[in-house]
C-alpha cells in the first residue's frame, strides 16, 4: 500500500463520516412555505389562557373603601417567631388552589365554578356578584401564580420555565430553550397536554411548515411540555457504546503505525 494510497483512505473515511453526520439543510429552517400563509385561513381574535384544576391563582379585591374590599380577600396573618415568643404581622394574601372539580372557595361568596373560565372572565363573574356591596364599583383582578411549562429534548437549554404574561407560543417556548440543537427534528416536536378532564394528548408539530402559525397548538397551555426528538444522526450516536469506539480508535491507530512503517521502510 503506497503512501498515496493511505492518506486517500484516510481522507475518503474523513468525508464519509462528516457526510453522515452532517443534518440535511432542508430538514433544518422554519416556516419553509411561508409565502403559504397568506392562503391559510386565520382565526380572529388574541388567545387567553383558561383555568384548569390545580392552577394556582391570585385574586385581588380593590376598591376605595378597601375595609369593605378586604372581606372578598383571602388573608391570613402571618406568624413568625421572635426569640421565645409568636409575634403575628399584618395579613398577606393568599392565592386560590383550583380543586379537582373547577372550584374555588372565596371568601363572603362561598365556592365559585371557574374552571374553563378566563381571567377575565373570572373578574366578571367576581363582579357580579359583589357590585352590590360597594358604592363605587369594585376592581377585580386575576393572574395566575404558576403558569410554566417544560420544553425537553434537543434543545440547548431543557428546563421548566414560568410564564409571567400567561401567553406563550410553540417558537417562545423553543427561544427560552435556546433553541432546537443541529439534532433536534424540526418535523416532529411532540406536544403533551392534559385537559381539563385530566385525559392525556400528545400531539406532532411540524415547525418547517408555516400550518403551525395558525394551529390550535401554537399557542401552549399551562403545563405542556415541549419534546424536541432527536433526528437520525444523533440516534445512530447514541447506539455507538464504548466496544464501538474503541473499534474506531484502533483502526486509527493501526492506519497510522501502517504508515509509519511504510515511511521507516521506504526510507
Known amino acids: 500500500m503506497s503512501k498515496i494510497n493511505i492518506n486517500t483512505l484516510i481522507a475518503l473515511f474523513v468525508v464519509l463520516f462528516v457526510t453522515v453526520s452532517c443534518t440535511s439543510y432542508k430538514s ?14 386565520q382565526n380572529s381574535g388574541l388567545y387567553d ?13 380593590s376598591s376605595e373603601n378597601q375595609g369593605a374590599a378586604d372581606a372578598y380577600n383571602l388573608m391570613v396573618p402571618r406568624v413568625y417567631e421572635q426569640g421565645n415568643t409568636s409575634l403575628t404581622s399584618m395579613p398577606t394574601l393568599q392565592t386560590y388552589l383550583v380543586d379537582n372539580d373547577g372550584n374555588i372557595e372565596f371568601p363572603t361568596l362561598g365556592t365559585l365554578h ?24 369594585p ?10 411549562i417544560s420544553v425537553l429534548g434537543e434543545v440547548a437549554s431543557p428546563g421548566t420555565y414560568n ?4 401567553k406563550v407560543n410553540v417558537f417562545e417556548a423553543l427561544a427560552l430553550a435556546k433553541d432546537l440543537t443541529i439534532h433536534g427534528r424540526r418535523d416532529n416536536v411532540k406536544l403533551i397536554r392534559e385537559d381539563i378532564t385530566g385525559k392525556k394528548e400528545i400531539h406532532e408539530l411540524n415547525l418547517n411548515d408555516v400550518g403551525i402559525l395558525t394551529s390550535p397548538y401554537y399557542y401552549l397551555q399551562q403545563n405542556d411540555i415541549l419534546y424536541v426528538t432527536p433526528n437520525k ?12 469506539t474503541l ?21
Do not use: C
Request: aromatic fraction near 8%; charge should be positive; avoid cysteine.
Open 163 to 166: 410564564i409571567k404574561n400567561e
Open 139 to 148: 376592581v377585580v383582578t386575576v393572574r395566575f401564580a404558576d403558569f410554566k
Open 28 to 41: 433544518v429552517p422554519y416556516l419553509q412555505n411561508s409565502h403559504d400563509l397568506k392562503n391559510i385561513t
Open 233 to 244: 444522526t444523533k440516534a445512530r450516536n447514541s447506539d455507538i457504546g464504548s466496544s464501538t
Open 49 to 61: 389562557a383558561r383555568v384548569q384544576p390545580k392552577d394556582l391563582l391570585s385574586i385581588i379585591v
Open 114 to 137: 371557574i374552571a374553563g373560565l378566563t381571567q377575565s372572565e373570572i373578574e366578571d363573574l367576581i363582579l357580579s356578584k359583589i357590585s352590590g356591596s360597594f358604592t363605587k364599583k
Open 247 to 267: 473499534w474506531f480508535s484502533a483502526t486509527s491507530i493501526m492506519i497510522s503505525l501502517t504508515s509509519l512503517l511504510y515511511n521507516i521502510l521506504h526510507n
